[in-house]
């Protein structure tokens, strides 16, 4: 998993470190970081996308 998180440019990297694994609401990311809740949601969603996309090319490999 740290693997793939650090493919993640900075700012995805730390929206996804506290939404899901600190597991901090939308409101307090925004109070740390002064980005607005919306650009984390979208940060969020193309993050994950991102990570998705790794995990499936590292499953393709693993198993070639």
């Not at 693997?3 to 995805?12: S, V």
């Not at 506290?18 to 925004?30: C, F, G, H, P, V």
Request: aromatic fraction near 4%; avoid cysteine; hydrophobic fraction near 45%.
């Amino acid at each position: 998993v740290a693997k793939l998180l650090e493919q993640l440019k900075p700012a995805d990297r730390l929206v996804i470190q506290m939404l899901d694994l600190e597991q901090k609401t939308l409101i307090e990311i925004s109070q740390l970081t002064g980005m607005s809740t919306s650009l984390i949601k979208v940060r969020a969603f193309r993050a994950r996308r991102k990570l998705q996309k790794l995990f499936e090319l590292l499953q393709k490999k693993e198993r070639t």
